[in-house]
């Protein structure tokens, strides 16, 4: 994804969605995007997936795939080479079709697999997910929400994509379920050599499955770095503050967190230059006029040497 920009023009103005955001996944890894809600991490999973709905659209900078635009042609894309896991497994589901017929049709549609070579290929989606093979015939209404969920996977799985994105998958489930899934989901796309790019407000999630983070705040990337490196040593201050905020995050906090003071702007009123200057600690004249671009990983007047 390259300088991406997406705006939403009503009556009242436009409003900058996600504003030049730049990032790269590498092939297999899970690329974690954390940020508080309306941040923009699910508007980047939408706009990889074409699923930006008017009047927002994306009015510049582009999103290419092995070296190929997919900014025009989303649909083509969207299903066989990048599938999607969103919050509720029901909406990945039709309520009236057995978890096989919904497996196999997305074989079908989009893998060379057909009749029997499909449904041997269900069964085995199944087996790797941890679900009898038997319940091929059930209806999304007789799983568990932690095994539908088991199920969106697999049927994630089912047309072999090269990118499955992960939008809050785990919000809806308790924390042990929650566990297990993600592991799950580790586990089931390294084997195909899947990458992930795993949406979630959670530092904690982000610690435990993410190779890479990227941090979001106001429609902005503001840092990217390994999972290890920003957790152990954040360097744009939002981040600090996400780190010090997290229960467990961090060995040297003892029983009160930190807590960032203020709250992210809406859309409709992002400060000029940087759009975390007013709860900035460390805030310069600079931060009030300039915005600051991602260099050196971290969108950060004074934090983006070395
Ligand atoms: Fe703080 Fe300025 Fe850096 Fe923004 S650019 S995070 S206001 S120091
Ligand atoms: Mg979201």
Redesign the pocket.
Known sequence: MEDLSVEFTSRRGVLRALDNVSLTLEAGEFLGMVGESGAGKSMTGNAILGLIDPPGKIVSGDIRLQGESIVKNPERIRGSHISMIFQDPLSSLNPLKTIGAQLIETIELHTPRRGTAARERAAELMTQIGVDADRLSAYPHQFSGGMRQRVVIALAMASEPEIIIADEPTTALDVSVQAQVLDLLREVCSAHGTSVILITHDMGVIGHWTDRVGVMYAGRL?EIGTTNDIIRSPR???TQGLIASTPTMDANVDTTLYQIPGNMPPLTAIPD?????P??????D???EVI?HLINDV?????SET
Do not use: D, Q, S, T
């Not at 230059?273 to 200057?277: D, K, P, S, T």
């Not at 709860?279 to 310069?284: D, F, G, H, K, T």
């Open positions: 503001i744009h201050p939002y230059g940087c759009a975390f200057n709860r900035c600690p460390i805030a310069e600079k931060c009030r600051p969108a950060c007047h004074l934090r």
